[in-house]
């Protein structure tokens, strides 16, 4: 009864490490955080701490 929501526990833990392998701590890092702390939380944290994408220059100068 209790291998179904540790199941699914664990595959959010393993989702949020191949999002986070290209962290900090890399993918063993917050695959490890994610269990001790939970997926929500962590999941939380890298959503707010990821920078934001910087915007592709068009490749013309409104300058020239």
């Known amino acids: 009864m209790q291998l179904v929501p540790i199941s699914i526990y664990l595959l ?3 989702v949020l490490a191949v999002v986070g392998r290209r962290s900090r701590i890399g993918a063993f890092g917050v695959f490890l ?3 001790i702390f939970t997926p929500l939380l962590v999941g ?3 959503a707010l701490l990821r920078p ?3 915007k592709a220059s068009s ?3 409104a300058d020239s």
């Open 12 to 14: 959010l833990c393993l």
């Open 59 to 61: 490749g013309s100068s």
């Open 44 to 46: 939380l944290v890298f």
């Open 33 to 35: 955080c994610s269990v």
């Open 52 to 54: 934001f994408p910087k």
